[in-house]
């Protein structure tokens, strides 16, 4: 073959492939580019949307982490202000305290006590929360430091309670030379009403 009719196959085939590759580009590759930024495109949104369902989800976990808190707080608040007056509780409480520092509990008595609206403003709230208390006469015999050490403890008690007023005696049918006294405290318990 001559050099010329070479150049001119040559140059055919090249114009061929140049042709076939551009007929490959607007058959294959240009549908399979337009399917694959679809794609992409799907891939972005569905990670978008992961991550927004992630940041729902941690928030929901903290609002549950929240929530409970609250109830842990509510519990605290129903052990401080009782809903009811929870008498038995109250004169175990009572009793265990004078046991711990070391004090014989001789008698224990509850009187009536009032009700009390705990907040003026009623916008708030159609029924305000009312605290009602309850008055408890204790006698007590002991040293003097173990009860100033039950009045520390009623002070830390978990239940909200007052020392309205205490006396200090000496013990009746005991010589003053001995380190023991009787005590009478009047402590005011509260508790939640409706």
């Known amino acids: 073959m001559r050099a010329s009719t070479?150049?001119?196959?040559?140059?055919?085939l090249s114009l061929f492939c140049f042709v076939?590759?551009?007929?490959?580009?607007a058959l294959l590759l240009k549908?399979?580019?337009a399917d694959l930024n679809m794609l992409?495109?799907?891939?972005?949104?569905k990670t978008e949307a992961l991550d927004v369902h992630g940041q729902i989800a941690l928030k929901v976990k903290d609002l549950i982490a929240n929530y409970k808190g609250v109830q842990n707080l509510q519990e605290n608040i129903s052990l401080a202000l009782p809903k009811e007056q929870s008498l038995a509780t109250l004169y175990n409480q009572f009793y265990a305290l004078a046991s711990d520092t070391n004090l014989n509990l001789k008698s224990l008595s509850a009187g009536a006590g009032t009700l009390?609206?705990?907040?003026?403003?009623?916008?708030?709230?159609?029924?305000?929360?009312?605290?009602?208390?309850?008055q408890v006469t204790l006698t007590?015999?002991?040293?003097?430091e173990a009860f100033r050490n039950f009045l520390e403890k009623l002070e830390t008690n978990i239940?909200?309670?007052?020392?309205?007023?205490?006396?200090?005696?000496?013990p009746q049918g005991q010589s003053r030379s001995a380190n023991s006294f009787d005590f009478t405290?009047?402590?005011?318990?509260?508790?939640?009403?409706?």
């Not at 992409?40 to 949104?45: A, E, K």
């Open 6 to 12: 070479q150049r001119i196959y040559v140059f055919l």
């Open 20 to 25: 076939a590759s551009f007929v490959v580009y």
């Open 31 to 33: 549908p399979a580019y």
């Open 40 to 45: 992409r495109g799907i891939l972005s949104s």
């Open 116 to 134: 009390r609206a705990t907040s003026e403003d009623r916008s708030t709230s159609q029924t305000p929360a009312k605290v009602g208390t309850v």
């Open 140 to 144: 007590l015999a002991g040293t003097y």
């Open 159 to 170: 239940r909200i309670l007052d020392v309205a007023s205490f006396t200090v005696a000496a």
């Open 185 to 194: 405290a009047i402590v005011v318990a509260y508790y939640q009403s409706r």
